[in-house]
């Protein structure tokens, strides 16, 4: 099973709800010849993201590539 991305938006008075805190293009990681993620692209709006999986499905590592 994937991950998934859930989005709560919290809008600051005076902010731009639509302008991304992160973008991301051609993302990728491999663990050796076991490619985890390629040419992903997406950005981080404002507010609350959730980032769930299944245990191994690479939510941590995922989330170490973007910081």
Do not use: W, Y
């Amino acid at each position: 099973e994937r991950s998934v991305l859930i989005r709560i938006p919290i809008f600051n008075e005076g902010k731009d709800p639509l302008t991304p805190l992160l973008t991301f293009d051609q993302l990728g990681f491999a663990h050796g010849s076991l490619g985890i993620f390629r040419g992903l692209a997406g950005c981080i709006p404002p507010g609350v993201t959730l980032v769930c999986g299944d245990e191994g499905a690479g939510k941590t590592t995922f989330l170490r590539l973007l910081a």
